[in-house]
């Protein structure tokens, strides 16, 4: 079951500056392009909070999950809503995908801490893109908060199987880093 987190890029800045009844008007324009996209694929969106959208799709392969994700992204841009010279010219989201194949036994707060951490890659690639994982029996994701307060660092670790790699993606405070090693 593939889970999609979408979140309008540089939206709080939009919203703040051009009044909330604005940004209301494009959550439901963003929210209902959405919607359109994925409603081919048994798709499931809610308002996941502030400008943030959850989307859980049917039974689709993750090479579709994907695919949907950037339509949903292009769907977005080629709306058009200007933001008035606060960012790029048009409004544009970000993305994070997370599938599992074959279907693996992660619990549902799994997946949508997968799924928020691709979602904080594509954010910390330079927004406007798309990221995804596809897990599998063999692979582990954990997101943490290892911070006190408001300054959140997420730490997201990838376990692809025994002996190979543990992949680490630190974001926040201004602090990017990647790192890998074996795995015992």
């Known amino acids: 079951m593939p889970v999609l987190f979408i979140d309008i890029d540089s939206f709080k800045r939009f919203n703040d500056t051009l009044g909330h009844e604005v940004g209301d008007e494009v959550l439901r324009t963003v929210a209902k392009g959405i919607s359109a996209v994925v409603a081919g694929a048994g798709g499931f969106v809610a308002r996941y909070g502030g400008d943030e959208f959850g989307v859980v799709l049917g039974n689709v392969s993750p090479a579709r999950a994907e695919r949907l994700a950037w339509a949903i992204r292009r769907g977005v841009e ?94 926040g405070a201004g602090d990017r880093e990647r790192s890998s090693r074996p795995v015992p």
């Open 78 to 171: 080629d709306m058009r809503i200007q933001t008035h010279g606060l960012g790029h010219g048009t409004l544009t989201v970000s993305a994070g995908c997370v599938t599992c194949e074959p279907p693996c036994a992660l619990r549902a707060d799994e997946l949508t801490e997968a799924a928020d951490g691709q979602l904080i890659a594509a954010k910390a690639a330079g927004r406007n893109r798309v990221c995804s994982l596809t897990l599998n029996s063999g692979t582990l994701a954990i997101a943490e908060d290892v911070s006190p307060g408001w300054r959140r660092t997420q730490i997201v670790r990838l376990v692809v199987s025994p002996g190979q790699f543990v992949g680490c993606l630190v974001h």
